[in-house]
């Protein structure tokens, strides 16, 4: 999958040991002092260069020993990615700055022994490790950063008062390569070894790290003190961080080796937000049969984290976000899984990784399998199927890009490319890799079983717990796992020969999809099968077995097809004959026997309904061909989720009566998995607009939420909240979205609708509710967002700016702005969790604007998107500039996201805006705009170096994506600069 590391080559030093130790930080200069002792075993004595990686940092002293002997050496220190891009260079094309930043990558990459710290060991010194049979020396690295921008992130609150009475703290952040930034270091996933980290920090202050807390220190004058970690499992650089805060601490009252950690002021929403943790920590330690692999876990809780969640040996750093009241519903479930998912990376990800890049999808596989497990245990199988779905929409999407996604484990050298490095691509394609990892995970699962994968992972664990214990890096290459070592392992644990299946799903890349027509055969009683399959150019073709099920009259039967070429047919015979006179139950595949109103059914037909692959086994995308009606029973009648969200799916293009009452009863049926009835809701609002020519708009859906939720008195006024059911709580949201959608046969919104929102948000109660209503309310605004249409379209010109100032056109539109502002104004004095209704306010204020019923104006977003305010706001409010661009071609606007790219505090408000700049770009290359001009060539050129001296990858990757989404690979903006 990633960049492969060639097995001739080897490193000349191995490092056995390393101490950290962190004097002091300054949260003013956003800096920090100390030292590292490395501790670094010859593999060939007679080397005389030792590289390590070290970027942003000031080196101020260096001292060697060996065999208690001091020896003088000489150390240079440069870094080639500071001279990549710039700013007066010429040749300002994508594909030119590519090949100069893999030329600079490559010359300090550490999986090869280069660096960018480079020390000349003296004649002398080589002489006394060429005279020592233990050829190991000690090596010293005084340091210091200044204004950290890479590494290391700092939050200092502005005010008055001590830095720990404002809240001020820091934390390690960043993404690949982002170890050397605030340590030298050997920054390699690939070179393990024990560790001792040391932090001083005032005494109002704690430091949390990586390692379990060994001893606190007073300092004589008692104005500091000193955290020591020791952390004796073998771990690389990369999985080393820290945390610095005045942080209030939650010890998990069940399990003694967890402490919570959070900012002051927040314990309650802590103690509510972590409650449920330590069912996820027993259930995995019950699952994998073994103990949690380190001594302690900490979880610390932080703002400004660029990622939700960021993993470190025995150490997880949180974004703030993701804490939440006992009365907040949504944010509870995403919580859970984002937690339950981080200790699962602790097991496969930090204690055990992988032993080159090209390995990196089996440890991520598995943290994923076991991550779906806990779904599974904790939200039901319906929820785990849906994330299942989720997953394979996820890979599927990816792998319809043009360049669709890379195998998992790649057999091309470096010298042939296509190699991916997490250094220059996107977050987003880790992401897709990532769930593709875990689906061919599963699958193995499937074709093993569940309980011999298990066998493995617990092998995997009890090899690298006894490697742990040896001394001096003997057997510790236990804790990095390679596919080839997995394949042996998986052959002996389940004694089946799997190479067949690896090369097809982790070798190869590629996805399955599927056409699928068919028809009865009265006469011999028959289902004829014909199988399409789609291969796109570069992937393989799937061959092998595929599961059809099939519902006849006298029960659901699966049968078992050959798949081996791109076209095939296939004869599969049925159980049942054609319909007798006498009706009889029939009987389903959960067990369940139901009567079915088969009056539009074909009669000389036993079949009911077809379904491919029904266990998802396969990473497949299945387009069945079969009668509306088919897909009516699949949905009312079909106990499987997937079966019922394909039949939804599917019935959006059968828009009919009979379509609309099998979805109001799907809808009324409370026996029925929530997501499927969210999913109803909305194919009944496309139903019935489709059909608006025919029906007129009839109101179904409103009159079904008045008899779900309507008040038993007066059905047209709601009832007060009462959301203790959580599955009515979401579709109670559902339905203003899906009622507001509604249009009549010339495309307008009905009266009613409006009518409708106005007494939903006029009659929200929530004063006897346990829960808060802020999603609710959230939702509401989203749907009054939905209820103005564009108005008259209003040529705009260079020479008629001022035709972009409208008034608000219609009476509708008036409402809807009243509305909103006042919610707005409200959300200004009562603010909801996480401000969630200004940010779907800000959201609807611009789609007011697009649609020309208020003026394209700025300044309302311009005020939101300050630096201060509440992070979600500042989001909301930027991608509406970003839209603002697109679609007013606002160079200053532009500019201004520009500079927020290049200078804004929040590392993730920078990578936000570019991705959607990426995404929602103001031009194209072709387009003849009036922005493509030297000065934006300049803006994106400089912005492009300096990102990369900013050191964030992340944010560097979305960059590049910016650039190539404005301009192409080769292309360059103006010609001026060819």
């Not at 800000?842 to 311009?862: T, Y």
């Amino acid at each position: 999958m990633i960049r492969k590391k060639s097995k001739k080559w080897e490193r000349r030093f191995r490092l056995v040991h390393q101490k950290v130790c962190v004097t002091h930080v300054n949260f003013q200069k956003k800096a920090i002092a100390g030292f590292t002792e490395l501790t670094i075993s010859a593999v060939d004595p007679s080397a005389s260069l030792v590289h390590l990686n070290c970027r942003n940092l000031r080196i101020t002293g260096i001292e060697v020993n060996c065999n208690g002997k001091q020896f003088d050496v000489r150390c240079e220190l440069r870094d080639p990615l500071s001279k990549v891009c710039p700013p007066d260079n010429k040749k300002r094309s994508l594909d030119y700055f590519t090949a100069c930043q893999k030329a600079a990558l490559d010359s300090v990459d550490p999986d090869f022994g280069r660096g960018e710290l480079v020390i000349h060991l003296s004649d002398s010194l080589q002489e006394e490790l060429q005279s020592t049979e233990a050829a190991v020396m000690t090596l010293k690295l005084v340091f210091l950063t200044e204004q950290s921008n890479g590494g290391l992130h700092f939050v200092v609150p502005e005010g008055k008062g001590s830095e720990a009475s404002r809240g001020a703290h820091m934390f390690t952040s960043g993404s690949a390569g982002s170890s050397r930034l605030w340590f030298p270091c050997i920054d390699s996933l690939f070179e393990l070894c024990t560790w001792e980290l040391e932090f001083t920090v005032n005494v109002d202050m704690a430091a949390v790290s990586s390692g379990d807390l060994i001893e606190m220190i007073m300092t004589e004058d008692q104005l500091r003190k000193t955290y020591c970690f020791s952390l004796d499992i073998p771990t690389a650089a990369p999985r080393i961080g820290f945390v610095v805060g005045p942080f209030e601490i939650l010890p998990n009252p069940a399990v003694p080796e967890i402490t919570h950690f959070c900012l002051p002021g927040l314990l309650s929403l802590l103690q509510d937000s972590t409650a449920f943790f330590k069912d996820v920590y027993g259930y995995f330690e019950d699952l994998l049969s073994t103990r949690f692999p380190y001594q302690s876990y900490k979880q610390v809780f932080v703002d400004e984290a660029f990622d939700e969640a960021q993993s470190y040996s025995s150490l997880t750093i949180f974004n703030t976000s993701l804490l939440h009241s006992s009365r907040i519903i949504d944010q509870a479930f995403k919580t859970r899984r984002v937690l339950a998912k981080s200790l699962a990376e602790q097991y496969f990800t930090c204690y055990l990784s992988w032993e080159s890049w090209n390995d990196w999808w089996l440890p991520t596989g598995m943290s994923g399998y076991l991550y779906g497990l806990y779904i599974q245990q904790a939200f039901g199988s319906n929820e785990y199927h849906f994330w299942l779905r989720e997953e394979l929409s996820a890979v599927s999407r990816a792998e319809k890009q043009p360049a669709g996604l890379p195998p998992l484990h790649s057999t091309k050298s470096l010298s042939q490319g296509q190699q991916v490095s997490p250094m220059t691509s996107s977050p987003r394609l880790f992401r897709s890799l990532a769930s593709r990892s875990h689906l061919v995970m599963r699958l193995l699962a499937v074709k093993i079983g569940h309980d011999f994968l298990l066998q493995i992972f617990n092998k995997l664990l009890a090899l690298a717990s006894n490697a742990v214990q040896q001394p001096n890096r003997i057997g510790w290459e236990s804790l990095l796992v390679s596919t080839q070592g997995f394949i042996k392992t998986l052959s002996t644990v389940s004694g089946k020969d799997m190479q067949v299946f690896f090369d097809q799903w982790v070798y190869r890349n590629g996805y399955a999809r599927f056409n699928c027509q068919f028809v009865f055969n009265r006469k011999r009683n028959i289902v004829e099968i014909e199988l399409h399959q789609e291969v796109p150019t570069g992937s393989q073709k799937f061959v092998g077995p595929l599961t059809v099920c099939i519902q006849e009259l006298d029960g659901s039967f699966r049968h078992v097809i050959q798949v081996e070429d791109t076209q095939s047919r296939h004869e599969i015979a049925c159980h049942s004959k054609s319909r007798r006179n006498k009706k009889k139950k029939i009987p389903l595949h959960s067990g369940e026997e139901v009567d079915m109103d088969l009056s539009l059914t074909d009669t000389d037909s036993p079949v009911l309904w077809l379904r491919f692959d029904p266990d998802l086994h396969w990473l497949r995308e299945v387009d069945v061909q079969q009668p509306d009606y088919m897909w009516q029973l699949q949905l009312k009648y079909e106990r499987d989720i997937n079966a019922q969200l394909d039949a939804l799916r599917s019935l959006e293009n059968y828009p009919s009566t009979t379509a609309r009452t099998c979805l109001a009863d799907v809808i009324s049926d409370n026996h029925c998995f929530f997501r499927v009835r969210t999913q109803a809701i909305q194919c009944m609002a496309k139903c019935i607009t489709a059909c608006s020519s025919k029906w007129g708009v009839p109101f179904i859906l409103i009159s079904i939420h008045r008899n779900l939720f309507g008040s038993y008195s007066c059905p047209t006024i709601i009832k007060l909240n009462d959301f203790s059911d959580f599955a009515m709580y979401f579709i109670q949201k559902e339905f203003p979205l899906a009622i507001a959608k509604l249009r009549n046969q010339h495309g307008q919104s009905p009266r009613d609708v409006l009518a409708f929102l106005q007494d939903m948000i006029k009659y929200n109660d929530n004063r006897v509710n346990l829960y808060s209503d802020s999603a609710y309310v959230s939702s509401l605004v989203d749907a009054l967002s939905h209820i103005p249409t564009p108005a008259v379209a209003i040529a705009r010109t260079p020479l008629k700016p001022e035709a972009s100032a409208l008034p608000v056109s219609s009476a509708d539109a008036q409402v809807v702005a009243k509305e909103v502002v006042q919610l707005l104004n409200v959300d200004k004095l009562l603010p909801s969790y996480r401000n969630c209704i200004t940010v779907s306010c800000l959201k609807a204020i611009r789609k007011l604007q697009k649609n020309g019923h208020l003026p394209a104006e700025s300044q309302v977003f311009h005020l939101h998107a300050q630096v201060g305010l509440f992070e979600d706001v500042r989001l909301a409010a930027l991608e509406c500039l970003v839209d603002f661009v697109r679609v007013e071609k606002s160079e200053k606007e532009l500019f201004l996201l520009l500079d927020v790219c290049a200078t804004d505090p929040i590392p993730y408000i920078r990578y936000h805006v570019l991705k959607c700049l990426a995404a929602y770009p103001p031009f194209r290359r072709k387009d003849q705009s009036p922005l493509d001009t030297q000065d934006l060539v300049h803006k994106l050129w400089n912005l492009l170096g300096l990102e990369y001296l900013q050191l964030h990858a992340a944010i560097h990757n979305a960059n590049r994506v910016t650039w190539l989404s404005l301009t192409g690979s080769t292309h360059q903006l103006t010609v001026g600069f060819e």
